[in-house]
């Protein structure tokens, strides 16, 4: 049978950093930090895979976890030479969930177990502190109740109100030890009340049902939104972390706090951190209280130990080069000081802002500690987004009119109108708005709106509060503890600076600088820094993918180019379609009767696709663009209103009922199968004629300005070699044709190609590629045709099926190398059995994927092409490909 309890301690340490899975990463790393010879208090870790076993029994722990669990607790209690339940000297003990993924604040903690009504007095014995033991143990029956029995906290809070109005007080602090011993009994009272049984005595029995709980918070619907949002599965469950408590709210020479080995929101070599003076860990993740930088530690003096801040803050400094010596990152630290000692409760990576990722990175290659590929393999691909993100102009920022100044919690710029709770922010920002979720301060219940919302505000709680960790994780913007903003929740508005802001109102947030301003602030494009570009120029060194761009306008192309993009691997032509000079010709063309009538339409098109692609060619300098033939089925060029159908008919002299009728005639059950892709191009071939007339003369016109133009062309939705073999000559024909029309004889030397985007053309990729210069995957329809999902209402059951992980991801996101995979792998493998030198990409949503990529690197793609926004993310994820599985 496989070990279930890890011990660690000066007795003897079981585990190691490295088992993260088996032990989840806190308890890994207590396990490590134990062994390097950091100060943690001792105790032991019960497997992530107790929790999975759990799960499959029903719900059940395993026989003989008991027997092996009360063995550790022995080895502890000899350790510590502290006994449970002891009526002078009791062992007490936290249970904290632990998975080997970080998912701050989603699990449940005990703190003080092993209290009861004996220990309670050995507590107050060792302590020499009553006060502080009968605190201790109100806030286990109340935990304990809370979390383990399921008893709502306000029933505590009432019995709380109760003693708190006997003795007069107003804050908890200042009830007496006498209160406090009424409130234990009246807790019990509670607990009894709301699950029909005493509150238990019996240590052992208290840490069972403890870690039972732990175990089933891996459940609850805040952890499985957590892991749903971040995208994390394959888990086996969490660990369960038994630790002998120490104190952070002894009195004045006590303390507790969390720190980062460098600021994780600029990457900056500074230690960073904060702390609370007689306070429990709890306090500063909740945000409830505001603590202080500990930078400001050394200040701290108590009457009897003038230098407490100074030495903890020497020690703690020490302890830091001592863990980014050891793991060669930066950490996120929890400690405590219990009566002047210090204590490391947890070190974890730290989590951090991509600008973070990337400083950081580059200074840790410089400073010797890691290599380039290591360096490369930190960056998290997906958060480079915020760096090409826009911020807010000087000239906005200098017109704003600054409301507060918070925390800079997690940098961006947002703007939105106000939202006050976590389903309002869904809500709103399902419907369209760009909302602010503002709250006092968030807990893990608002995962869900703080994802919906542009920005987060919260007006207490410090850098390391949850929505400063979650939202820096998530590269969301957010402003903490602005606290001269006062929230009024029900009432949906805020004051702040004498003036009141309803839901209707419009903020702005600057996560850099921590303002709060008033409207929206103009905004402007990112610069790319020094360090950014060291990464970019590193990436580029190890990929092996080519990497190109989706775009179909001169100035995304010219953005994709300044991100990196080495050409265009899809120029969608429907696009230019759409505007206000074209749409007119295009609908004519639509409606026309006859062959004559549409060339006619097409005729007037033509200039203007012509301009296009000699924009993009110009803008893409002497670099591969492929240009898509037409795609949607013709019926979303259509109006479909009747208002905008009797307009179009009288622009077009036509009667509405005419226009209503082809509208009825072109529509589409499933409109993404039916008269889309290559086959408008079988029934209207001067479409594709027109198309490539357009191409050609741009190319030819370019060449004459010395432009280095190359074009591809490539034909979309083929589902047999015969489509291609048709169109392609029908290509050849009109290229011929342009060139002998503009008298022009020099080589022009065009690709034609085709999308793999349907499964029958990748299983008879082979006779495809007689007729393809190259393949281009089209994951987006090969999903939709592949699982037989229409890409148009998938989103009616989707969420369903991830909720039942019946999907693990939406496989129109991240690709589905099960399935897709299989065809995108054969159709790269036939169509090189025909032609060894086929050039093949990928263009579907999936090319700009970090886990997409890798398997096309795997697959021996040639390219991925993506929107220009993730040129540089599938610039480092292609790296990483390369460097995870070889060139
Ligand atoms: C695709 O299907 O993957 C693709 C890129 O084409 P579109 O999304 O335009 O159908
Ligand atoms: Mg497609």
């Known amino acids: 049978m496989a070990k279930r309890v890890f011990y660690f301690g000066k007795t003897k340490t079981d585990g190691d950093g490295k088992q993260k899975q088996l032990l989840g990463g806190k308890g890994a790393n207590l ?3 134990t062994s390097i010879g950091l100060p943690v208090p001792p105790g032991f870790t019960i497997t992530t895979e107790v929790c999975d076993e759990y799960y499959k029994s029903g719900r059940k722990l395993p026989a003989g976890l008991t027997d092996e669990v009360n063995k550790n607790v022995k080895v502890l209690e000899k350790e510590l030479g502290k006994k449970f339940g002891d009526n002078e000297n009791p062992l007490l003990v936290s249970v904290r969930s632990g998975a080997a993924a970080s998912m701050p604040g989603m699990m449940n903690t005990i703190l003080n177990l092993g209290l009861n009504d004996v220990s309670v007095k050995g507590l107050a014995a060792a302590t020499g502190n009553e006060r502080f033991a009968y605190d201790a ?12 029995m399921e008893v709502g906290h306000e029933h505590f809070e009432e019995a709380f109100d109760k003693i708190k109005k006997k003795h007069k007080a107003t804050l908890d602090t200042e009830v007496p030890t006498e209160g406090l011993k009424e409130l234990c009994e009246a807790y019990k009272a509670v607990y009894k009340q709301h699950t029909k049984q005493d509150f238990p005595q019996a240590p052992l029995q208290q840490l069972e049902l403890a870690i039972e709980a732990v175990f089933k918070s891996w459940m609850v619907d805040k952890a499985v939104s957590y892991r749903r949002i971040e ?23 006590s303390g507790t706090g969390v720190a980062f080995t460098r600021d994780p929101a600029t990457g900056q070599n500074k230690f960073y951190g904060e702390f609370l003076i007689n306070a429990q860990g709890e306090d500063v ?6 603590p202080q930088p500990v930078a400001e530690m050394p200040k701290w003096t108590t009457p009897t130990h003038k230098t407490i801040g100074k030495d903890c803050h020497k020690q703690l400094l020490e302890i830091k080069d001592k863990l980014e010596d050891h793991y060669k990152d930066v950490q996120d630290i929890e400690f405590t000081i219990e009566k002047g000692t210090l204590y490391m409760l947890q070190t974890r990576t730290g989590k951090r802002t991509a600008a973070a990722a990337v400083k950081i990175a580059c200074d840790m290659v410089k400073e010797g500690r890691i290599d380039e590929k290591t360096a490369l393999l930190r960056i998290p691909p997906n958060d480079l987004t915020q760096l090409l993100l826009p911020s807010f102009s000087a000239a906005g920022k200098k017109g704003a009119e600054v409301l507060a100044k918070g925390l800079p919690a997690s940098p961006g710029a947002a703007f939105g109108k106000l939202a006050f709770t976590a389903v309002e922010a869904v809500e709103r920002a399902n419907a369209g708005e760009k909302v602010i979720l503002v709250r006092k301060e968030t807990s893990p219940e608002d995962v869900e709106g703080m994802n919906s919302a542009a920005g987060i505000l919260t007006s207490t709680g410090g850098m390391t509060s949850h929505a400063a960790v979650v939202a820096r994780g998530w590269g969301r913007c957010c402003v903490a503890g602005a606290g001269e903003i006062s929230i009024d929740e029900k009432g949906r508005k805020i004051k702040v600076a004498g003036k009141t802001l309803t839901w209707k109102d419009t903020i702005s947030l600057d996560g850099s600088t921590g303002e709060v301003m008033n409207g929206e602030v103009a905004t402007e494009e990112p610069k790319l820094s020094g360090d950014f570009a060291k990464i970019m120029k590193w990436a580029d060194e190890h990929r092996t ?9 001169p100035a995304d192309s010219q953005r994709a180019r300044e991100f990196g993009a080495e050409g265009i691997g899809l120029c969608r032509t429907e696009h230019m379609f759409f505007e206000e000079d074209r749409i007119f010709s295009m609908r004519k063309m639509i409606l026309a009767e006859n062959e004559k009538n549409r060339r006619a339409a097409l005729e007037k098109l033509l200039p203007h696709q012509r301009k296009d692609f000699e924009g993009i060619f110009k803008a893409m300098k002497g670099l591969p663009v492929t240009v898509r033939l037409l795609d949607p089925p013709l019926h979303e060029f259509l109006p479909h209103d009747g208002k905008a159908q009797t307009e179009i008919a009288k622009e077009l002299g036509l009667k509405p009922a005419d226009v209503k009728h082809r509208v009825a005639q072109l529509h589409e059950a499933n409109p993404m199968l039916g008269h889309r892709g290559c086959r408008l191009s079988i029934t209207y071939p001067e479409i594709l004629e027109m198309q490539v007339t357009a191409i050609v003369e741009a190319m030819i016109n370019c060449k004459k300005k010395n432009i280095d133009a190359k074009p591809e062309i490539m034909i979309p939705l083929i589902g047999t070699v015969e489509e291609l073999k048709l169109l392609r000559e029908k290509a050849e024909e009109t290229i011929e044709a342009v060139k002998k029309a503009k008298k022009y004889d020099g080589k022009l030397d065009i690709p034609i190609g085709t999308m793999i985007e349907i499964p029958r053309a990748a299983l008879t990729a082979d006779q495809v590629a007689e007729y393809a210069d190259f393949f281009s995957f089209g994951t987006n329809d090969l999903t939709q045709m592949t699982f037989g999902y229409s890409r148009d209402d998938v989103n009616t059951f989707l969420p369903d099926y991830l909720k039942h992980d019946i999907l693990p991801v939406d496989p129109f996101q991240s690709l589905d190398q099960t399935g897709v995979g299989q065809l995108v792998a054969m159709g790269v493998e036939k169509g090189r059995s025909t032609r060894k030198d086929l050039k093949v990409g990928i263009c579907g949503e999936h090319g700009g994927d970090p886990s997409s990529i890798d398997f096309c690197h795997r697959v021996g793609l040639n390219y991925v092409s993506c929107s220009p926004f993730r040129v540089p993310i599938a610039r480092v994820a292609a790296a990483q490909a390369a460097l995870k599985n070889g060139k």
Do not use: H
């Open 545 to 553: 993918l080519g990497v190109r761009t989706n775009a179909d306008t």
């Open 31 to 33: 396990a490590e930090m």
């Open 137 to 148: 143990y109100r806030r286990l029956i109340n935990m304990y109740g809370d979390v383990v």
């Open 231 to 253: 995208g994390i599965t394959g888990l086996k469950g969490t660990a369960v972390n038994v630790q002998s408590m120490v104190y952070g709210n002894m009195g004045n020479d």
């Open 285 to 290: 993740v909740a945000g409830i209280r505001t």
